[in-house]
């Protein structure tokens, strides 16, 4: 099993990233898929969830109209697409995986200069 994330970076306040974590070695398109973000000294929050077959979103209240959470079942992808990134949006951004146990990436860092 592997989720390798991908697409983070150094960016100005206002700008994007779109984020990549390519699943490997489950059936992806039966887990629930979540992107966390950990800043230091911070707990592990969650940022956005998408369903199985893609149907169904959540996010944070920080995120809600600036990131948008996707997934391509036939490639084994999810995606966040982050616009208008502030510099409260720094951290190591985590995928997960789930189905009754978790799976994780290694993460990516972002970092928002102001």
């Known amino acids: 099993v592997q989720l390798v994330e991908s697409g983070g970076g150094l960016v100005q306040a206002g700008g994007s990233l779109r984020l990549s974590c390519a699943a490997s070695g489950f059936t992806f398109s039966s887990y629930l898929m979540t992107w966390y973000r950990q800043a230091p000294g911070k707990e592990r929050d969650l940022v956005a969830r998408?369903?199985?077959?893609?149907?169904?979103?959540n996010y944070a209240d920080s995120v809600k109209g600036r990131f948008t959470i996707s997934r391509d079942n036939a490639k084994n992808r999810v995606y966040l697409q982050m616009n208008s990134l502030k510099p409260e949006d720094t951290a190591v951004y985590y995928c997960n995986a789930r189905r009754g146990f978790d799976y994780w990436g290694q993460g990516t860092q972002v970092t928002v200069s102001s």
């Open positions: 998408i369903s199985s077959a893609g149907g169904s979103t």
